[in-house]
């Protein structure tokens, strides 16, 4: 498999612009999560599907933020407008079930968003 | 307010000796810790794992201690070489609620 694909590797954009950032799980996972990681806060859960659900968006810090699961396979994370402090590497990472002991989360590569 | 932290932002080993990373927690509740490993230009990769019923796990190298009264979590690295060097978060779950929080990470070196 080659794991979870996210794209693009690097965004650099500026105020006010919209971003999209995507990502392909590992195929048969069914729990799909979005974080960020910043100097400042470490590497924060922005959100989580199941199923392709929304199961638990509160740390989606505000309402420029949405995030899309349409099928097992995509789910996008948007910003609208995005704003200099959004800036930070993202990263989706995907899980058969990471409530069970036995398994664990699978990171993707990370976005690195530069807003100017 | 975070729920796990690792207040070493930084750690500095010299190879061959042991390495110590510490996190502390502040949710009783927490049933399950694991240890992620992140190098630059990567996402993290899982490393090790306990489970709160425990309070030691081993795997080659690597020691994971629960101290549950001290709300204490500790990564043990021995002996430490260059290819650890990396940033090291700690997580923890809370699984009858499905929440995950992690902590915000110690960057090791380890020198030759």
């Known amino acids: 498999d080659a794991g979870v694909i996210q794209s693009p590797r690097h965004e650099v954009t500026e105020m006010g612009q919209e971003v999209t950032l995507r990502c392909k799980p590992i195929?048969?996972?069914?729990?799909l999560f979005w974080y960020r990681q910043t100097m400042m806060r470490g590497l924060e859960l922005l959100i989580y599907f199941n199923n392709n659900v929304p199961i638990d968006d509160s740390g989606m810090p505000e309402d420029r933020f949405s995030a899309k699961m349409p099928n097992a396979s995509f789910s996008t994370l948007k910003i609208q407008p995005s704003e200099p402090r959004d800036s930070a590497v993202y990263f989706c990472?995907?899980?058969?079930?990471?409530?069970?002991?036995?398994?664990?989360?699978?990171f993707g590569p990370g976005t690195r968003l530069t807003v100017l | 307010d975070q729920q796990v932290k690792q207040n070493s932002p930084s750690l500095s080993v010299q190879e061959g000796r042991i390495s110590i990373l510490n996190c502390d927690y502040t949710?009783?509740?927490?049933?399950?810790f694991l240890w992620y490993k992140k190098y630059p230009a990567e996402g993290p990769t899982f490393l090790i794992s306990i489970s709160s019923i425990k309070d030691k796990n081993e795997d080659g190298r690597f020691t994971v201690f629960l101290n549950k009264s001290a709300k204490h979590l500790s990564l043990h690295i021995v002996p430490s070489q260059p290819g650890d060097s990396a940033v090291y978060f700690c997580?923890?779950?809370?699984?009858?609620?499905?929440?995950?929080?992690f902590g915000s990470g110690t960057k090791l070196n380890v020198k030759p």
């Open positions: 997580a923890a779950s809370l699984h009858n609620f499905n929440k995950f929080y």
């Open positions: 990472a995907s899980s058969v079930n990471p409530f069970n002991s036995m398994d664990t989360q699978y």
């Open positions: 195929s048969g996972h069914d729990y």
């Open positions: 949710n009783s509740m927490f049933d399950y």
